[in-house]
């Protein structure tokens, strides 16, 4: 079963941010938080990893509360294309299987 | 540097038939994971390989269905006996042995049973 829990779906303007929050109460010390991204009917995409530091890479910022019980993904100028389905994925960051929980729908409307 | 290649994107079986999906995984990269995805639903695990071993079969439902990934070659999912119930998109992915989980996927086979 998944970790996380996720809002079921969003919408966000064009040009604006997208915050896409995360909630992982029971993530131990040890796991890494993942976003994964799935545009429709394509296999899904890397986007952001983070332990406890908040990260920011081309993509996206990930920010980590402090005690590691949620996350933020944020898309700082969420565009048409970034309409997908986001994974947040509580992952221990040592390869295997990774648990696709139901994910939240980002739709970006012009 | 070609990414993930699947083949074929598209599969159409009649039931009792046989299903054959192949996975090429990104070069350089030794582990693949094949996942399922059914219409209107999540993606699920199914199996981890390594070059000729099995890691991680949890997910692979008993009967009808296997996976290889030979030392050579692609990695293999096969489904015998296919029923309508494996009509879905099945997603391969790949990493090396040093990225954690970070795995990249492929575009999917989308197998319809008819």
Known sequence: DAKT?????????????????CNHSTISGNEYVYWYRQIHSQGPQYIIHGL????TNEMASLIITEDRKSSTLILPHATLRDTAVYYCIVDGNQGGKLIFGQGTELSVKP | NAGVMQNPRHLVRRRGQEARLRCSPM???????WYRQLPEEGL??????QKENI???????????SAEFPKEGPSI???????RGDSAAYFCASSPSFEGSIQYFG???RLSVL
């Open chain 2, 27 to 33: 070069k350089g990269h030794s582990h693949v994971y």
């Open chain 2, 55 to 65: 890691i991680d079969e949890s997910g692979m439902p008993k009967e009808r269905f």
């Open chain 2, 107 to 109: 575009a999917g086979t």
């Open chain 2, 44 to 49: 699920k695990f199914m199996v981890y390989l």
């Open chain 1, 52 to 55: 406890k530091n908040n990260e």
């Open chain 1, 5 to 21: 829990t996720q809002p079921t779906s969003m919408d966000c303007a064009e040009g604006r941010a997208a915050n896409l929050p």
């Open chain 2, 77 to 83: 999912l096969r489904i015998q006996q296919v029923v």
